[in-house]
């Protein structure tokens, strides 16, 4: 793919369980050159790729390589597969916490809601231009964060392939909202779409991602205090 042109400010960030890269992405466009971190091979990520269990790292490796680091450790534990399979997971956020602490580094990690954060922010769809769905997610950070604006309390209706729903077949999945998971259904082209632009990714890699506009809005915000510190 041809990437997107970014804002160069001099900055390296690594990103831990990057998958395929839209998080990532967000933070390319911000202004960040970035290095995805995965345990399994990512042939599809944009960027420079090291596979590697984050349990593993050396933090002091991390701090003499990158300027910030972030995170999306693996949600299984506190989202709904949880309550539909009954089963226990893994939890690697603790884990990826104590690596950028240990690592003297500014950090984000995102998760989904539920998981034990420490005081984040929400970031929905509604709160961005262009973005057709609204997957809540959260972002703890050891710098002050911001949101675009509130979250709606009645969101759009979302466009669904499910039957039962009374708004089945009034909706089109190319111009209102969509769930690129669940009873939404919606074609791997317009999730794409509605999420921003996430053309070399599979329908699967979507499932687990977060839009390119949520993390490019924290990576500005992540820059500009960077460069706040660096001026001090």
């Given at each position: 793919?041809?990437?997107?042109?970014?804002?160069?400010?001099?900055?390296?960030?690594?990103?831990?369980?990057?998958?395929?890269?839209?998080?990532?992405?967000?933070?390319?466009?911000?202004?960040?050159?970035?290095?995805?971190?995965?345990?399994?091979?990512?042939?599809?990520?944009?960027?420079?790729?090291?596979?590697?269990?984050?349990?593993?790292?050396?933090?002091?490796?991390?701090?003499?390589?990158?300027?910030?680091?972030?995170?999306?450790?693996?949600?299984?534990?506190?989202?709904?597969?949880?309550?539909?399979?009954g089963?226990?997971?893994?939890?690697?956020?603790?884990?990826?916490?104590e690596?950028?602490?240990?690592?003297?580094?500014?950090?984000?990690?995102?998760?989904?809601?539920?998981?034990?954060?420490?005081?984040?922010?929400?970031?929905?769809?509604?709160?961005f231009?262009?973005l057709?769905?609204?997957?809540?997610?959260?972002?703890?950070?050891?710098?002050?964060?911001?949101?675009?604006?509130?979250?709606?309390?009645?969101?759009?209706?979302?466009?669904?392939?499910?039957?039962?729903?009374?708004?089945?077949?009034?909706?089109?999945?190319w111009?209102?909202?969509?769930?690129?998971?669940?009873?939404?259904?919606?074609?791997?082209?317009a999730?794409?779409d509605?999420?921003?632009?996430?053309?070399?990714?599979?329908?699967d890699?979507?499932?687990?991602?977060?839009?390119?506009?949520?993390?490019?809005?924290?990576?500005?915000?992540?820059?500009?205090?960077?460069?706040?510190?660096?001026?001090?």
């Open positions: 793919m041809t990437l997107p042109p970014r804002i160069p400010n001099g900055l390296t960030l690594i990103d831990l369980c990057c998958k395929q890269g839209a998080a990532s992405m967000g933070y390319y466009l911000a202004g960040f050159d970035v290095v995805g971190v995965d345990w399994e091979p990512q042939p599809r990520y944009p960027f420079p790729f090291i596979q590697a269990d984050l349990r593993t790292l050396d933090p002091q490796w991390i701090a003499e390589n990158f300027d910030a680091a972030a995170g999306s450790p693996p949600c299984w534990e506190h989202s709904d597969l949880k309550h539909r399979t089963k226990t997971y893994d939890d690697f956020i603790p884990e990826t916490r690596l950028f602490e240990a690592s003297g580094l500014r950090y984000v990690i995102e998760n989904v809601e539920g998981a034990p954060l420490k005081d984040p922010i929400t970031l929905c769809g509604t709160m231009a262009g057709r769905v609204q997957r809540h997610r959260l972002f703890e950070s050891n710098v002050p964060l911001t949101v675009p604006r509130p979250c709606p309390k009645r969101h759009p209706l979302h466009y669904t392939l499910d039957k039962r729903k009374k708004h089945y077949g009034q909706l089109d999945e111009t209102d909202f969509v769930m690129v998971t669940g009873g939404g259904n919606c074609s791997r082209a999730a794409s509605a999420m921003g632009g996430l053309d070399w990714m599979t329908k890699g979507m499932n687990q991602a977060v839009p390119p506009a949520y993390t490019r809005w924290i990576g500005r915000q992540l820059a500009d205090h960077l460069a706040l510190a660096a001026a001090a």
